[in-house]
C-alpha cells in the first residue's frame, strides 16, 4: 500500500549541487524513520541521511558537512540537498520508509557526478 517516489537524480559536475526529494503516498498509518541510502557500483546498500520522527539525523561521516536532509511529516516527504558533490557520490539512491510494520523502499534514482 506505501508507494515511495524519488526524483531530482542526474549527472552534475564535481562541486556541483543537486537535491533529491521522495514522496510517500499510499496508505500510510505510522512513520518512525524517513530517509536516503545509497548504492554505488559494486558496493552495498549505505546509509546516507535519515530523520527519525522526533526530528533527530542520522548523517554518514562520508557526506557531514555536504549533505542536509529534511523531513516534513504533514506531506510525508524527505529531501536530501547534496552540496559539492565528489566522483565517489556516484550511486543509486533510494528513499526508505521506516515504520512499525514494515521497511519500504522507493525504485532509486541515479546520481553521477562527472567532468
Known amino acids: 500500500q506505501v508507494q515511495l517516489v524519488e526524483s531530482g537524480g542526474g549527472l552534475v559536475q564535481p562541486g556541483g549541487s543537486l537535491r533529491l526529494s521522495c514522496k510517500a503516498t499510499?496508505?500510510?498509518?505510522?512513520?518512525?524513520?524517513m530517509g536516503w541510502y545509497r548504492q554505488a557500483p559494486g558496493k552495498q546498500r549505505e546509509l546516507v541521511a535519515v530523520?527519525?520522527?522526533?526530528?533527530?539525523?542520522n548523517v554518514a561521516d562520508s557526506v557531514k558537512g555536504r549533505f542536509f536532509v529534511s523531513r516534513d511529516n504533514a506531506k510525508i516527504t524527505v529531501d536530501l540537498q547534496m552540496n559539492n558533490l565528489k566522483p565517489e557520490d556516484t550511486a543509486v539512491y533510494y528513499c526508505?520508509?521506516?515504520?512499525?510494520?514494515?521497511?519500504?523502499w522507493g525504485q532509486g534514482t541515479q546520481v553521477t557526478v562527472s567532468s
Open positions: 499510499g496508505i500510510i498509518v505510522s512513520v518512525d524513520v
Open positions: 530523520v527519525t520522527s522526533g526530528g533527530s539525523t
Open positions: 526508505n520508509l521506516g515504520s512499525s510494520y514494515g521497511s519500504y
